[in-house]
């Protein structure tokens, strides 16, 4: 049950849009507490909008993510553009060296082009790695979570998703170790 809820929290809240950029990332990449702070704060509002449109048609009509779904999201996007600039540097630091012009070309990018970009790879990411049956699952954990203040929330995925990293399995986030 641990592992599901953790799991199904980490989906939630980012983890499987940068377990994919982890395993491309180099082995010496990690991430600090900062960085991965940063990174689930400026992710938010994108996976949420991700879980949202994926799952909206699986879940009841007076389900969580219908009716609350929208302010859910305004309450998270208000932390993203502080969060930006140390999620940048995350983003490109999971990057690695894989596919150095193409990692070149995005860098170059300003941040007004690259920041939708990275909003929407998140946001497909979701809809690609959310299975359906996970979808109420989903709209269960945005209704237990929506009193929390967003950047407790933002606290909370930041622990579960070091936890998560310190497992060190193929994919998991690295994290940087104290």
């Known amino acids: 049950m641990r592992a599901t809820f953790k799991h199904a929290a980490l989906a939630l809240a980012l983890a499987l849009p ?3 950029a982890a395993a491309a990332a180099t082995t010496s990449a990690c991430l600090t ?11 938010m509002p994108s996976v949420l909008t991700g879980v949202i449109d994926h799952c909206s048609a699986a879940v009841p009509s007076d389900g969580f993510m219908r009716r609350n779904g929208p302010a859910l999201i305004a309450s998270y996007a208000q932390g ?3 969060a930006w600039p140390v999620a940048r540097q995350a983003f490109f630091k999971l990057a ?8 070149d070309m995005v860098a170059g990018m300003p941040d007004a082009a690259l920041q939708p970009f990275v909003e929407g790879m998140i946001g497909g990411m979701i809809g690609q ?10 709209d269960n954990l945005m209704r237990l979570l929506s009193p929390l203040p967003a950047s407790n929330t933002v606290e909370l995925v930041g622990i579960l ?18």
């Open 18 to 20: 940068l377990q994919s």
């Open 33 to 43: 507490p900062r960085e991965i702070k940063s990174v689930v704060a400026f992710a």
């Open 80 to 82: 993203k553009q502080a």
């Open 96 to 103: 690695g060296d894989k596919d150095k012009s193409t990692v």
């Open 129 to 138: 790695k959310l299975k359906p049956g996970q979808c109420v699952m989903a």
């Open 161 to 178: 998703a070091g936890m998560a990293g310190d497992e060190q399995k193929p994919g998991s986030l690295p994290i940087c170790k104290s």
